[in-house]
């Protein structure tokens, strides 16, 4: 264990230790000198199964990944063993020695990780002071009262040599000098006593010893008993630890005291910062836009409704009659980056701001991220959700705890059911499905609490949808496992753009939060605004008008380097030419995304190197790895990934998956093949990238908004048909449209982005609008498929080409085969429903035979069950899922759609004047 650090300024060890003797006795682990109350800081508890001692300077690397391989063995009972390694145990402040000294002491066994150079330095012991002759002292000395085992472990040499030194004599005869020991033998005498014990040899770098050897011998010593549990039941309970750490009699007060510092904690850091710029929004009780003539209200009155509880005013906030019944439920419904979010922290800013005295007498907020929560709610729904929100809430309160319902009585879980909280429960939308949130919690449970739920505009299509939903919760007399409905009184509300008053006062705070940035004032910020009018349909949003005046130095050319715009051409972020006569499209949402995480990518960048050309590569594969790593989540379905420590960190950076089984390592597959210098921008801590896209908050992985994960995989799937189809222009684009079909749809041993989840469903159509921003509208004039004499001029975009290129593959006897049909539908379903989204007019197309849809049932119902079989198990695990092309307000003019399959296509006013719709098929 970290051993080659220098006694000289340590402390001496505890006064009470005894002094040097005949023999050192075995440590009293019960004994108040020896520390039984000292808990360590990875596993909050006393008591460790194993101990791995090594030499930091030799060994670092072999023992944590000792570390993580006995982390996942596990005990009879099913408890995964607790490991002591000094990086992930030691307390922060606590003395070097005495944190590895109380992890020994009260450790079941002992891992001795013994190397050849690692044992260098005991040979001065008699010298020197040697932490890790220390540590053999004390485990040698347990192992003689029978309270430890100890294993060495023998590591062989970096050129496989095997461990050989065993010749005593080269030890001195000497005692160790250090001022902790109380070994009453010489080193000589240790060492001739260890070597005596029965060691492992092992490979330094053989995997299969790392991952099979290692962990089996431990299981044999726990099934031979010799692992003993020996201070498990003097551990206290996790509430116990919960009441001791918050000083409190009763588990209430410690939830109060825990909430008044959720908003403190370092990882929220970047959210004050955010805060900093809130603006309070306004909203209303119809999805905007709203008539002038109708009732606008200032969130400001509803926080403060809401964390007063008072009932009159609550009711009057969020319905039309003010004599109906104060709501329990409180659907709060906006678009992307509206500031639902940044409500929420308002919420809870300001009540952990509030004196102590007057903040008990009000309900405490406490904000759930249902997205953070995701493997937690599929479990409570496929078990029992009852329990669903308390549990919740004490993670909440308590995430280094493993407090949850289970551990507490029927009054203590009643004690705090019955507080007042008000409980939000962020982005249900992210969760992918609607029913789920009304299982999981239930308003008559909580009888003093209000819940605030919050979502995208359009996730449930009206009031009576919501209600549907939201309003049955499972109760304790619902019958044949369904829930019964009850009243939860639900209000909805919905936020309102920002007005022009609104946008100045953010401006103000913009500029004035940001000294030393660009050193502009709000008025320049105004004036640079006033050259882009066509903005102000996207400046009603805070998140971006957060982004837009962000980039706005750039895009001008005033923060002191050339003018940065996207090219539509290359989608990559270029300096615009002094001269020429090249124009740029209008600004988009999604060029305003690409400047902004381009920005961030240069910024990290520079901090890493000096060089312009080396800038500029980190910079880019930054951003490659980001929309590889977005696109990935976005195929998932999730927004969050877990990482399991800090050490996974490294293993992303390094691209290697830390737990093969999970969404987190298909993600660090994704991005594997990026230089591993750059992942230090994915795997650094939060406030190195506070700005950025990527979030690291403890377990989780994000990027700070939905939204911008969503422009990251839109990219990632046109710059990736740029690629492919740009490659075939340079190879003189076949004129055989299989080939064409292969290079696009179905390319060898590699897979289509476009191809992998379908964007016009719930929660993905904003990938859909983020692609439509980038299509190269010229592309109508494109409709002719392959090489031909009237192909467009050579800088046109090749991914819109390519968008229509996949349509008219699509239509090949070859798409609709059994193993190329999903991938097929999914890919020309995405481009069509992206084509439309970008307004693009289709004149006289021909999409006969087109599959632009498609269903598992489909083809069963024509009698080809074998190929339905087949797509049910590559769709699994959601093969009801439909694929479909969202055609909304498409206008195609004379086409010919005979015999297309348009399986449960969006069709709401698209215009089809003069088009042939023989044999088209709808089904579903």
Request: hydrophobic share 45%; with cysteine; aromatic share 6%.
């Given at each position: 264990m970290g051993c080659g650090i220098s006694t000289a300024g340590l402390p001496p060890g505890p006064a009470a230790?005894?002094?040097?003797?005949?023999?050192?006795?075995?440590?009293?682990?019960?004994?108040?000198?020896?520390?039984?109350?000292?808990?360590?800081?990875?596993?909050?508890?006393?008591?460790?199964?194993?101990?791995?001692?090594?030499?930091?300077?030799?060994?670092?690397?072999?023992?944590?990944?000792?570390?993580?391989?006995?982390?996942l063995c596990t005990l009879p009972g099913g408890r995964p063993l607790r490991v002591f390694l000094d990086t992930t145990c030691l307390n922060d402040g606590e003395s070097f020695q005495d944190g590895f000294l109380h992890g020994l002491q009260r450790a079941s066994m002992a891992v001795l990780v013994m190397s050849e150079p690692a044992l260098l330095r005991v040979r001065e012991a008699h010298s020197a002071p040697d932490n890790m002759l220390l540590e053999f002292e004390h485990a040698l000395a347990a192992k003689r009262a029978n309270t430890m085992e100890v294993v060495p472990l023998l590591v062989r040499g970096v050129d496989g040599s095997r461990f050989s030194s065993f010749d005593t004599s080269v030890y001195p005869d000497s005692s160790h000098v250090h001022p902790a020991s109380r070994a009453s033998t010489s080193v000589r005498g240790t060492m001739s006593e260890l070597f005596a014990i029965n060691g492992i040899h092992f490979a330094r770098a053989d995997e299969e010893e790392f991952s099979d050897r290692v962990p089996r011998v431990i299981e044999k010593l726990i099934a031979a008993g010799k692992i003993r549990r020996i201070h498990e039941d003097n551990d206290p309970s996790p509430l116990d630890r919960v009441l001791a750490g918050h000083k409190a009699a009763a588990l209430p007060a410690a939830v109060l005291d825990a909430l008044s510092h959720v908003i403190s904690r370092p990882e929220h850091a970047a959210l004050v910062e955010e805060l900093n710029l809130y603006v309070p929004m306004c909203y209303g009780l119809r999805d905007p836009p709203i008539a002038p003539s109708e009732?606008?209200?200032?969130?400001?009155?509803?926080?403060?409704?809401?964390?007063?509880?008072?009932?009159?005013?609550?009711?009057?906030?969020?319905?039309?009659?003010?004599?109906?019944?104060?709501?329990?439920?409180?659907?709060?419904?906006?678009?992307?980056?509206?500031?639902?979010?940044s409500f929420a922290?308002?919420?809870?800013?300001?009540?952990?701001?509030?004196?102590?005295?007057?903040?008990?007498?009000?309900?405490?907020?406490?904000?759930?991220?249902?997205?953070?929560?995701?493997?937690?709610i599929q479990r409570a729904l496929a078990s029992d959700p009852t329990h669903f929100i308390l549990d919740a809430l004490l993670a909440v309160c308590f995430p280094d705890s493993s407090l949850t319902a289970a551990d507490l009585t029927e009054v203590q879980r009643l004690e705090i059911q019955r507080g007042r909280y008000v409980i939000i429960l962020e982005s249900v939308d992210e969760l992918g499905s609607k029913e789920a949130i009304g299982r999981l919690f239930s308003p008559s449970a909580w009888p003093k609490t209000i819940f605030l739920i919050t979502c995208r505009s359009g996730f449930y299509s009206d009031t009576a949808e919501a209600r549907r939903y939201i309003e049955p919760t499972l109760q304790s007399g619902s019958t044949q496992g369904r829930p019964a409905p009850v009243s939860t009184s639900l209000a909805l509300i919905y936020l309102l753009p920002m007005d022009l008053n609104q946008r100045g006062?953010?401006?103000?705070?913009?500029?004035?939060?940001?000294?030393?940035?660009?050193?502009?004032?709000?008025?320049?910020?105004?004036?640079?605004?006033?050259?882009?009018?066509?903005?102000?349909?996207?400046?009603?949003?805070?998140?971006?008008?957060?982004?837009?005046?962000?980039?706005?130095?750039?895009?001008?050319?005033?923060?002191?380097?050339?003018?940065?715009?996207?090219?539509?051409?290359?989608?990559?972020?270029?300096?615009r030419p002094a001269t020429g006569a090249y124009l740029y499209p209008r600004l988009t949402r999604a060029e305003i995304y690409a400047l902004f995480t381009h920005s961030w990518a240069e910024r990290e960048a520079r901090k890493i190197a000096s060089d312009d050309d080396a800038i500029r590569t980190l910079t880019s594969n930054a951003v490659l790895a980001c929309q590889a790593l977005a696109h990935r989540m976005f195929v998932l379905g999730r927004t969050q990934l877990p990482l399991a420590t800090a050490q996974d960190r490294l293993r992303l950076a390094q691209g290697e998956p830390a737990e093969p089984d999970t969404e987190y390592a298909a993600a660090a597959a994704a991005v594997r093949a990026t230089d591993p210098v750059v992942l230090q921008l994915l795997a650094a801590d939060d406030a190195a990238i506070r700005h950025g896209p990527v979030r690291i908050v403890g377990r989780t992985l994000s990027f700070v908004h939905k939204t911008v994960l969503d422009y990251f995989a839109a990219m990632h799937s046109l710059r990736d048909l740029n690629a492919r189809r740009w490659a075939l222009a340079r190879e003189g684009l076949p004129s055989d449209p299989l080939l064409v079909y292969q290079g696009l749809v179905r390319p060898a041993n590699t897979?289509?982005?476009?191809?992998?989840?379908?964007?016009?469903?719930?929660?993905?159509?904003?990938?859909?609008?983020?692609?439509?921003?980038?299509?190269?509208?010229?592309v109508q004039r494109y409709v002719y498929f392959g090489d031909c004499a009237d192909s467009p001029?050579?800088?046109?975009?090749?991914?819109?080409?390519?968008?229509?290129?996949?349509?008219?593959?699509?239509?090949?006897?070859?798409?609709?085969?059994?193993?190329?049909?999903?991938?097929?539908?999914?890919?020309?379903?995405?481009?069509?429903?992206?084509l439309s989204a970008a307004s693009i007019v289709f004149d006289k197309c021909d999409f006969s035979g087109a599959t632009l849809g498609y269903r598992p049932s489909l083809l069963a119902a024509k009698g080809n069950t074998t190929t339905a079989s087949l797509l049910q198990e590559a769709l699994a695990p959601t093969p009801a899922i439909p694929i479909v092309a969202d055609m909304s307000g498409g206008t195609f003019t004379g086409c010919n759609l005979t015999g297309a399959w348009l399986t449960s296509a969006r069709l709401d006013l698209a215009a089809f004047d003069g088009s042939r719709l023989d044999h088209v098929d709808l089904t579903g």
């Amino acid at each position: 264990m970290g051993c080659g650090i220098s006694t000289a300024g340590l402390p001496p060890g505890p006064a009470a230790l005894p002094r040097p003797g005949k023999q050192l006795p075995a440590p009293d682990v019960h004994a108040k000198h020896m520390g039984a109350a000292w808990r360590c800081r990875k596993h909050g508890a006393g008591h460790h199964d194993v101990f791995i001692s090594y030499r930091k300077a030799t060994d670092a690397d072999f023992a944590l990944r000792l570390q993580l391989e006995l982390s996942l063995c596990t005990l009879p009972g099913g408890r995964p063993l607790r490991v002591f390694l000094d990086t992930t145990c030691l307390n922060d402040g606590e003395s070097f020695q005495d944190g590895f000294l109380h992890g020994l002491q009260r450790a079941s066994m002992a891992v001795l990780v013994m190397s050849e150079p690692a044992l260098l330095r005991v040979r001065e012991a008699h010298s020197a002071p040697d932490n890790m002759l220390l540590e053999f002292e004390h485990a040698l000395a347990a192992k003689r009262a029978n309270t430890m085992e100890v294993v060495p472990l023998l590591v062989r040499g970096v050129d496989g040599s095997r461990f050989s030194s065993f010749d005593t004599s080269v030890y001195p005869d000497s005692s160790h000098v250090h001022p902790a020991s109380r070994a009453s033998t010489s080193v000589r005498g240790t060492m001739s006593e260890l070597f005596a014990i029965n060691g492992i040899h092992f490979a330094r770098a053989d995997e299969e010893e790392f991952s099979d050897r290692v962990p089996r011998v431990i299981e044999k010593l726990i099934a031979a008993g010799k692992i003993r549990r020996i201070h498990e039941d003097n551990d206290p309970s996790p509430l116990d630890r919960v009441l001791a750490g918050h000083k409190a009699a009763a588990l209430p007060a410690a939830v109060l005291d825990a909430l008044s510092h959720v908003i403190s904690r370092p990882e929220h850091a970047a959210l004050v910062e955010e805060l900093n710029l809130y603006v309070p929004m306004c909203y209303g009780l119809r999805d905007p836009p709203i008539a002038p003539s109708e009732r606008r209200f200032q969130l400001n009155e509803l926080l403060s409704a809401l964390l007063d509880g008072s009932g009159p005013d609550l009711s009057r906030l969020t319905d039309d009659a003010s004599t109906s019944p104060p709501p329990s439920t409180i659907l709060l419904q906006g678009a992307a980056g509206t500031g639902k979010s940044s409500f929420a922290w308002r919420v809870l800013q300001q009540w952990s701001a509030t004196a102590s005295r007057r903040r008990a007498k009000m309900q405490a907020p406490v904000i759930i991220q249902l997205p953070r929560m995701a493997e937690a709610i599929q479990r409570a729904l496929a078990s029992d959700p009852t329990h669903f929100i308390l549990d919740a809430l004490l993670a909440v309160c308590f995430p280094d705890s493993s407090l949850t319902a289970a551990d507490l009585t029927e009054v203590q879980r009643l004690e705090i059911q019955r507080g007042r909280y008000v409980i939000i429960l962020e982005s249900v939308d992210e969760l992918g499905s609607k029913e789920a949130i009304g299982r999981l919690f239930s308003p008559s449970a909580w009888p003093k609490t209000i819940f605030l739920i919050t979502c995208r505009s359009g996730f449930y299509s009206d009031t009576a949808e919501a209600r549907r939903y939201i309003e049955p919760t499972l109760q304790s007399g619902s019958t044949q496992g369904r829930p019964a409905p009850v009243s939860t009184s639900l209000a909805l509300i919905y936020l309102l753009p920002m007005d022009l008053n609104q946008r100045g006062d953010f401006i103000v705070k913009f500029a004035h939060g940001r000294p030393g940035k660009h050193s502009w004032t709000p008025d320049m910020y105004l004036a640079a605004l006033a050259q882009y009018p066509h903005l102000d349909e996207l400046l009603t949003e805070p998140l971006l008008l957060y982004l837009v005046l962000s980039v706005l130095p750039m895009i001008s050319g005033r923060s002191g380097s050339a003018e940065r715009r996207l090219d539509p051409f290359t989608l990559k972020v270029t300096e615009r030419p002094a001269t020429g006569a090249y124009l740029y499209p209008r600004l988009t949402r999604a060029e305003i995304y690409a400047l902004f995480t381009h920005s961030w990518a240069e910024r990290e960048a520079r901090k890493i190197a000096s060089d312009d050309d080396a800038i500029r590569t980190l910079t880019s594969n930054a951003v490659l790895a980001c929309q590889a790593l977005a696109h990935r989540m976005f195929v998932l379905g999730r927004t969050q990934l877990p990482l399991a420590t800090a050490q996974d960190r490294l293993r992303l950076a390094q691209g290697e998956p830390a737990e093969p089984d999970t969404e987190y390592a298909a993600a660090a597959a994704a991005v594997r093949a990026t230089d591993p210098v750059v992942l230090q921008l994915l795997a650094a801590d939060d406030a190195a990238i506070r700005h950025g896209p990527v979030r690291i908050v403890g377990r989780t992985l994000s990027f700070v908004h939905k939204t911008v994960l969503d422009y990251f995989a839109a990219m990632h799937s046109l710059r990736d048909l740029n690629a492919r189809r740009w490659a075939l222009a340079r190879e003189g684009l076949p004129s055989d449209p299989l080939l064409v079909y292969q290079g696009l749809v179905r390319p060898a041993n590699t897979e289509v982005p476009l191809a992998e989840r379908v964007m016009a469903m719930a929660g993905s159509s904003s990938v859909m609008h983020f692609c439509a921003d980038l299509v190269d509208t010229r592309v109508q004039r494109y409709v002719y498929f392959g090489d031909c004499a009237d192909s467009p001029a050579p800088q046109m975009q090749h991914a819109s080409l390519a968008l229509w290129d996949i349509i008219q593959a699509s239509r090949l006897p070859t798409a609709r085969l059994p193993d190329n049909v999903l991938r097929t539908a999914t890919a020309a379903a995405n481009a069509m429903s992206i084509l439309s989204a970008a307004s693009i007019v289709f004149d006289k197309c021909d999409f006969s035979g087109a599959t632009l849809g498609y269903r598992p049932s489909l083809l069963a119902a024509k009698g080809n069950t074998t190929t339905a079989s087949l797509l049910q198990e590559a769709l699994a695990p959601t093969p009801a899922i439909p694929i479909v092309a969202d055609m909304s307000g498409g206008t195609f003019t004379g086409c010919n759609l005979t015999g297309a399959w348009l399986t449960s296509a969006r069709l709401d006013l698209a215009a089809f004047d003069g088009s042939r719709l023989d044999h088209v098929d709808l089904t579903g």
